[in-house]
Structures are given as structure tokens and as C-alpha cells.
């Protein structure tokens, strides 16, 4: 069996997610010389470029510039500039390697323009593009003739494919740079192997080893490879004392696992676990009901994702295409004493491609690792603490949580003189004047429960309330009950507490929450007020979930191969989904994976639609 068929075989059964490329229509042309002195004076730079390690290569760099200048018209002429485009890519002088790289791939078809499309791959993936870097390796893989092209190649590209979240395409990848390895190298490549597989979630570790078990080939698989993967899940099931991953570990590896540690992994041992698939065009969508805040952002998102996922609707495609039915919102409540992992693996199993949740910070980080573990897009609607590292599938559209520990959170604090205003919040405050949560109740009857007259006595300049809107109602309750009207900021989801009238109360507002677009007017004609925050974050996340999905065959695929495919298709969908949304004047992630948006400061009376 050849290296590239090895390839295209590990491809399929290794559930990647880009399908092997096929053979060029254009036929190979070597690089011969066309004189016999071209010949013999490249022939010697040659033998020390393949005997030598890069720091070595370097030295090479005006011989190669002389060749060159000499033999211009010389088809050895391009090889030379593929070295030189090399080295330049070992200096990281990227743009010189790129141009260069990009001169050598203007000729005919063979080793010389494979070597010229390495250095454009490795120099996209050392620029943070690694989608785009793919592009150009994975056809290389299994092709490359020469050594030291075939270790730069396979450490790249299972660098950048680790990097870009495609876990089941790095694991082809590793197995095809274990393949093609040496003896005497074995043991650096399992080394180098071994410290890229920590970056890995550990579901998809424990997929890859299904896969492999699945395949039933043993030419396919290497050894090596699966060893250094199992050891890598034995380690984190045992650090975690995670008993589903201990049973994955022994189901699909007892026979490669180290004795010692077979006793410990038995131990932690039970069962579990259901296999991903994608049914039609579906958007899961997480509510929560474990507080009276959660269940009021969440009643108020689906409302907003309702205006998108209007049952009974079917789509028009035009053009005398049939109708299709529309993406559907697949909807799980977590009740107080439930968990969300069970209702993510819940909606999974329902089939759906995305998913819609988080709100509150821990829930959002929750939904956040999920996402980022399983390769499956998923939009926050509040920001996720902490945040995840180098997030490829997660995209945050919603605003950070204003909390006492995370001042900056405050929209408010370059409004207001911090000395002289209160500040009213979410959770305890700290031991400071003029810090109160928004948790407070009157001591006695007939009181209020904030100190208002204390304020009117104080003199307070400002109030700024940046918590629910019943906590904002509470507030400016009292500052009518004794009489006192000071300027009142509420935040985004305090400002639906804002009065019919009162030129003391500014609100935050952002995108078109306060214009006259038809589409708000329609929302407020048809609910007599216009959108919260969350029903504005809900709408706006259900358009772009629908935008991603909607293109999605109405087909159920069950091989993990497609579903890790279709989801890698889904989260480019949705980095580059555009609509007219009512919390931002941008129109989409843009290619991010947070949302753009300016927050803006308006007095009630200017509000649309008032």
C-alpha cells in the first residue's frame, strides 16, 4: 500500500473533516537542468541541503542566490527558490518566503510547486489562518517526496489542524507522520505528538479511539499512535476521576494501556455515552430555570427566537425549486436540580448543528467547553468566565456580566461620578458607600428597601442600576415613594423598568433597540412595547443560528465522519452570517468569534416608539 492511499483509506475511516483531494489534472514535470554545468553546480548544493539540519541550510542561502541569477531561465532555477522560500520561512520573514513561495507555484505541476505550496500553507497557518492553511496542505499529505519536506509538512499541518479545533483530522495527520517516521525519529515525533494531544478536549480523544477500534484494519492505524492516545485518556480520566472516560479508556484500548495503571482505570469504570448525528436543519436552544434571573432571560429568548422559528412555515427557494421545510428550534429546559452537560448530550442526540444558551457567566462557560470539545458552533448569549482559550465554535453575542468583581463590565462607569452616585447590582457588594445588591429587602413595613431618603439627604447625583429589570423596578420605586428624582442609568436589561415618561431616567441602548425599523415597530405594534435585551439577544442569535443551519441538507447523517463535517461547515456559516440585527450595527461576527457593538447612553423621552 502507498503513502497516499494509506491516506485516502485513514481519511474515510478516520471521520476527517476534508476529503482527500484528487490527483491533478495537470501531469507532474521534474525539475531537470537544462545545461550539464547547471546540473553539476546544483547538484552539490543539493547533497548538502538534504544532509543537513535547517540551522545548516542556512548557510546555503547565497549559493542558491547565485544559482538563480545565473541560470535564470534554468528549471532547477524554481527549486532553488523553493529552498530559498524555505529558509525564509525558518527566519519567519513571511512575506518573503510567501512571495517567493508563490513564484514556484506559477509552474507546472510536480515536487518543486509542491514545495512552493508547503511554504504558502506553513506561512497561512504561522499568520493565524489555519482553515486556509489546510486548504493548501491536506492535499500534500501522503505526496511529498523529500524528508525534510514530508517532517515539515506533517508538524505543520498537524499543528494548524489542532489549532483550527479539526481534532479528527489532526489525529489523520499524526498517524500518517508516525507512518512516514524513521526508527532512529520515533521516539522525538511520539514526544511531539504527546504534548499537541493536551490541547485536546477529551471527547474527542475518546472518538478518535472508537474510530480506530471500528475500523477493524490494521494496516490503517498505528500502533504507536493509538498507544500515545490512549495514555493521553487514561491520564485525563484518572487526574479528572472520570468513570465514563475510564470505561471508554478500557472499551476501546485494554490491550494497549500500561499494566499499571489498568487496576486504577478499572475502578473508576461505568457506562455511558450516545453518538452524535445531525437530523435535518436543527438549532438547539438551552433554557434554564434555576432562578428567578435565569428564568426570566430565558423566557424572554425564546420569546425573541420565536419572531425567527415561526411554526408552520415552510421556505420558498424560488427559482421553481420545491419548498423545504424550515430550520427547527429543538428547546431543553434545565430545571433547578438538573445539569446541563445532560441536556447538551440530550440535544445532541436530537440531531441538532447548534446551539443557543448561557445566561450567566458560569452557564455560558459550561456551554462554551461543550462547544469547543465536541467541534459544535454554539452562540452565548452572555460572555462565558472564564473564557475559553482560542475559541473556534463558541461565539459570544451577548455583553459580560456587570458584577462587583469585574468593574469594567459597567457600560456605566464613564457616565457618573463613582464618588457621588450608587451603584445597585447583582450579588453581594462590596464593603464600600453607595454599594448595594440588588437582593435587598425593607426592614419594615412601610420602608423601602433601598435608602433612598438617605440619599435624597446625601445628595446623591446618580443611580446607576445595571441588574434585572425587577430589581430596577424596586429602585426607582423608592425614589418615588420619598420624592427624590436624581439621573437614573439603567443597563441594557435594566431598561425595560424605565417609566412611560421621566427626563431624569437615561437608558443603555445599542444597534436598533431604539430605532424605527420596520421590524421593531412590527414587535412593538404586536406586543405593545418594544423588545428587552435578552428578547433583542434571542432574536438576533435565532436569525444568525438560522442563517448557519439552513443550508443543511433535510437528512439525517449518523457517520461521525459527516457530522464533524456538516459542524465545521455550520461554524463557517455562522462566523460569516450577515441579517440586520437589532442588538448591533454590525450585521454579524464578521469572522469573530465575539460580536461588535457600541453601547450608547439616551434619556428615556428619546427613546423610539415612545
Known sequence: MTRASAHEIVLFAALSMLSCTSTPASQP???????????????????????STWEERLVLEPQLEAFRMRHPSDPLARLAEAYLALLALQRDERPRAMALARRVRSGPAGNTRDLGTLVDGASLARAGEPEAALQLLDPLVGKMIDTFAQDLLHETVVATAVHAHRWYQAVVYMNEWIRSANEADLPAVRERLEALLVEFPPAALETALRAMGAARQGDIWERELRETLAKRLAKVAMDRS???????????????????????????????????????????????????SLGGRSAQAVAGALEVFKPDRTLDLGSGQPTVDPPVMILRDIPPDGSRQEALDDLVHEGVSLIVGGYDPTGAAELAAYAESHSLAAVLLVAPVPAPANPRFTFVLGEPEPTWTNPTASHATSQVDPEKSARIAVGEPPDRPLAYGCDRKAARIGETAFPATAWKTQAVEAI????????????????????FFPRVLLGLEAREAAPPSGDHVFVATCGHLDSNHDTVRAWRASSGEGPTWFQALGRDAALLAHHAVNPLPRDTFTNVRDVMTKRAEIQARLARAQALLWTSETKGFAGQRVLAREVRWIANGDRGGQ
Open 29 to 51: 514535470v521534474p525539475s531537470l537542468a537544462r545545461s550539464i554545468d547547471a546540473q553539476s553546480s546544483f547538484q552539490l548544493v543539493r547533497e548538502r541541503w538534504m544532509l
Open 242 to 292: 472520570d468513570p465514563n472516560l475510564a470505561r471508554s479508556v478500557l472499551e476501546t484500548s485494554r490491550t494497549i494501556v500500561a499494566g499499571d495503571e489498568l487496576g486504577t482505570l478499572a475502578q473508576l469504570a461505568t457506562s455511558g455515552g450516545r453518538a452524535p448525528r445531525i437530523v435535518s436543519a436543527r438549532v438547539g436552544w438551552i433554557a434554564e430555570t434555576a432562578s428567578r
Open 464 to 483: 446607576v442600576v445595571e441588574g434585572p429589570a425587577w430589581c430596577a423596578r424596586q429602585v426607582l420605586q423608592d425614589l418615588h415613594t420619598v420624592r
